[in-house]
């Protein structure tokens, strides 16, 4: 096939997966290409022991429109978890910290009455002055006036300076894995404007056959190279030059649906707003780690948040028994643990042994008497999510005015301001539609 009607997608997590999906559904040819063995980046699973453990995300919300279209789509069955408890830990009390409507705000423990009729207000405000400007899944598209200070410091003013160090903090680094002393404004906004309106539904999802599901479902529809390392990215008369280990391919449009870093080692003879881009990108470090654990031990309570100021190693534990059968067996199922990222880097060059011992104390200082049976897997990510601050909103919203699609070259994923697996989802889908609109404006 000429190489005028070819895209190549370098990067087969669910921001590459999608876009070479949305191509392959718009009619053009599509490859993909993963260095790893396996496809799914942080939707991956692994399975042992008739238990499944996802190494990165292990939730879906309701809200993520783009995943869910893709599963139903593709014939995967996504079940519902909820009603299931969000806690958070202040003081050696756990407390209820579910915030999916201005009822349960009110119903917020951790923090006091004042604190929580202060978030209200701040809540009522921001829909009153930025009703249509919010989407937490495009950064890009938020207002300037709110991408000039931290999170942290904006919460602390605007709310209360409990409130920044016992809700916000916690939940950005369960779900960020950094201080939210390191995101901007606009992103907490965003998100908390989002999760507050009643249009939104972040009921807890999962996917039967877990996370691994969909990126499955989608590489059976696209052809994707595993193990496969592109070695050599250059331009070229008719496009792009492709090179791996065992070939040499051109195609018109190529899409880098890889972290930041990964783009950086092969953008070398790329355009200059694309390489200044991925250079100065940031990323928080995690480390999931696994134990085994009695079945019904957490109850219904899904995730707990340990704020920084409570504990500087765990962040987080989510109770995977929620999830059905595929990580329940024999009366066990497992609690997946998030660290904080000062605690990340630390242990990332460490042995296993030594974060699953240090993770268990940890754990068992929180909560004495906690049934852990056994380590049972941990992953390392060193680039886990990118740090959205204002310098990196601004970069991304400027790259894509100027710089996205320059020489058929695009950039794609979740720190194109575009958070989480449904942002990166959505990256996809929108280079793809780029494309695809440029494609159809060419002479057949």
Not at 12 to 34: F, N, R
Not at 424 to 435: E, F, H, M, P, T
């Amino acid at each position: 096939m000429h190489s005028s009607t070819r895209c190549a997608v370098i990067g087969a997590g669910i921001a590459g997966l999608t876009c070479a999906y949305e191509l392959k559904q718009g009619g053009l040819s599509v490859h993909v290409y993963e260095r790893d063995p396996t496809i799914g980046g942080r939707m991956g699973t692994r399975c042992k022991h008739h238990l499944a453990f996802d190494v990165g995300a292990n939730f879906l919300v309701r809200a993520y429109t783009s995943v869910l279209q893709l599963a139903d789509e593709l014939g995967v069955a996504v079940r519902c978890a909820s009603p299931v408890e969000q806690v958070v830990y202040r003081g050696g009390q756990l407390y209820r910290m579910n915030m999916t409507s201005m009822r349960d705000v009110l119903r917020l423990k951790g923090v006091r009455l004042w604190s929580r009729l202060e978030l209200m207000a701040c809540v009522i405000r921001l829909r009153l002055k930025h009703r249509q400007a919010l989407d937490f899944f495009d950064l890009s598209s938020t207002p300037d006036e709110l991408n000039h200070e931290d999170a942290y410091s904006y919460a602390r003013r605007e709310i209360s300076q409990e409130f920044a160090d016992y809700i916000l903090d916690a939940f950005h680094s369960c779900m960020m894995f950094s201080r939210s002393t390191e995101a901007s404004a606009a992103a907490f906004v965003a998100l908390l404007s989002m999760m507050i309106d009643p249009s939104f539904d972040f009921s807890i999802l999962h996917t039967v056959g877990d996370m691994q599901a969909i990126p499955d479902a989608i590489a059976g529809s696209v052809p994707v190279s595993t193990g496969c390392a592109v070695t050599g990215l250059e331009p070229d008369a008719r496009g792009w030059r492709v090179t791996t280990a065992g070939s040499s391919q051109v195609y018109r449009n190529v899409v880098l649906a890889t972290t930041a870093g990964a783009a950086h080692s092969l953008l070398s003879r790329g355009p200059t707003a694309a390489r200044e881009l991925v250079r100065a990108t940031r990323y928080a470090t995690t480390i999931n780690v696994s134990f085994r654990v009695p079945r019904n031990i957490l109850g219904r309570v899904h995730c707990f948040y340990i704020p920084y100021v409570e504990n500087q190693v765990v962040s987080e534990l989510t109770n995977e028994s929620l999830k059905g059968e595929t990580t329940t067996h024999e009366g066990w199922s497992l609690i997946n643990v998030g660290l904080h990222e000062s605690a990340a880097r630390e242990l990332v060059e460490r042995t296993d042994g030594e974060v699953f011992e240090l993770v268990k104390k940890e754990l068992l200082s929180l909560k004495p008497g906690l049934h852990l049976a056994e380590p049972y897997d941990l992953q390392r990510w060193p680039e886990a999510i990118p740090k959205y601050d204002c310098a990196q909103i601004a970069r991304v919203r400027s790259f894509q005015e100027v710089g996205q699609g320059e020489g058929g070259l695009y950039l794609c994923g979740d720190y194109l301001n575009a958070p989480w697996i449904e942002g990166a989802s959505r990256s996809g889908r929108k280079v793809a539609r780029s494309i695809l609109t440029l494609a159809s404006q060419v002479p057949q």
